[in-house]
Structure formats: structure tokens, C-alpha cells
T-cell receptor
């Protein structure tokens, strides 16, 4: 069964540093998402991406965040200057155009720790 | 964002018995509801969904019930198995965006 792949599985960084979280969505999917889960809290929507542009973003997704699909296969989340409160598990998800039931397929996540 | 609530953080059930997970929502614009299951160190995996125009959907051991007037849905797992031990997230969809509940940790006892 096709999978959404995320790398790295763990990322440790110093506060103020830039990080890039990488995702390879399902190959024929067209909609891409980033969610995050801070330890002990609920899974939160960050951003959705379609047709090479952001379709929606949450309040969390401020100017420090950006997404990119640089080469048609990877989908990246960049945090420009990390803060302690960015520490969370970040999940990438994708869905196909025929997935009318909004069945997102999630990757296994990248655990980001900001020190 | 408290649009989707799972008020029970945990549930313990004996193997073979029924697990009932509850979820409440506030946004009447939600048009689709899903349940996801999550094991430690893994991403959420889709379990079952229901459209807002239905009141029940069944898939094997899993049944989701929707009560629109009460803005409430539930997931029934019967019979519960040890492999069902996981965190279960209720999610609701509006305009292609998922809103998740906080999750319920289910422990199935042998």
C-alpha cells in the first residue's frame, strides 16, 4: 500500500535555527497538508497546499513557516527561526482528488525538538 | 479551537467487550466525520468515516453513529481486541480541513 514518507523521524535543533521537514506524499495525490501535535495536546491543522500554492493556513502558520513543493515529489515545511514552542510532532498528509471523503493519508511524523 | 471535543481522555475495556468512544462537535457546517487511530511513533491512520447525511456506517468490527441534532458521534468497536489499544481521534471536515479532537486512549485488557 502506498505510504506518505517523512524525513527525518527526529530533528533536534537550537532555538533560532532554521529547519526543513521533508515529506514525500503519495505519488498521484494532489492535496497536501501539514499538521502538528504538541505533546499532550490535540492534532492541529497548519496548512493545506494545492496546485503549487497554499489553499488554507491556520493562525499557527505565521511568517516563520513556509511550504514548498520544489520538485514535484517532495513537500517541505520550513521553519525559519525556530522557537521552543515549535517543539512538536509534525505530520504530513496527502489525499487524491477522488478522495471525496477527505480521507487523508498521514506520514509517521517528524518529532521536532527545539532546545 | 474547541470545535471537536472528546471528553474522555482514556478508556479501558476487557478483550471481547464493546468499546464506545464519544465525540461532540459545535460547528454545524461540518459535513464529514472521521475516526483515526494512532499508535505511538506513528501517524494517524484512517479507520472509518461518515457523511453528515447518514446516521450510521459500519465496517467490520467498527461502527460509527452520528446524531446531528445532538452534534454527537460515537465509535463502537466490537469485539475489542488487544491490537485495538491505541489513541483514537475523532475528526470533522469543513471546507476540506480536518479539525481533530484531543483523542481517547483505549486500552484493551486481556
Amino acid at each position: 500500500e502506498p505510504e506518505v514518507t517523512q524525513t527525518p523521524s527526529h530533528q533536534v535543533t537550537q532555538m533560532g535555527q532554521e529547519v526543513i521537514l521533508r515529506c514525500v506524499p503519495i505519488s498521484n495525490h494532489l492535496y497536501f497538508y501539514w499538521y502538528r501535535q504538541i505533546l499532550g495536546q490535540k492534532v492541529e491543522f497548519l496548512v493545506s497546499f494545492y496546485n503549487n500554492e497554499i489553499s488554507e493556513k491556520s493562525e499557527i502558520f505565521d511568517d516563520q513557516f513556509s511550504v514548498e513543493r520544489p520538485d514535484g515529489s517532495n513537500f517541505t515545511l520550513k521553519i525559519r527561526s525556530t522557537k521552543l514552542e515549535d517543539s512538536a510532532m509534525y505530520f504530513c498528509a496527502s489525499r487524491g482528488i477522488s478522495d471525496l471523503n477527505e480521507k487523508l493519508l498521514f506520514g509517521s511524523g517528524t518529532q521536532l525538538s527545539v532546545l | 479551537d474547541q470545535q471537536v471535543k472528546q471528553n474522555s481522555p482514556s478508556l479501558s475495556v476487557q478483550e471481547g467487550r464493546i468499546s464506545i468512544l464519544n465525540c461532540d462537535y459545535t460547528n454545524s457546517m461540518f459535513d464529514y466525520f472521521l475516526w483515526y487511530k494512532k499508535y505511538p511513533a506513528e501517524g494517524p491512520t484512517f479507520l472509518i468515516s461518515i457523511s453528515s447525511i447518514k446516521d450510521k456506517n459500519e465496517d467490520g468490527r467498527f461502527t460509527v453513529f452520528l446524531n446531528k441534532s445532538a452534534k454527537h458521534l460515537s465509535l463502537h468497536i466490537v469485539p475489542s481486541q488487544p491490537g485495538d489499544s491505541a489513541v483514537y481521534f475523532c475528526a470533522a471536515v469543513n471546507d476540506y480541513k480536518l479539525s481533530f479532537g484531543a483523542g481517547t486512549t483505549v486500552t484493551v485488557r486481556a
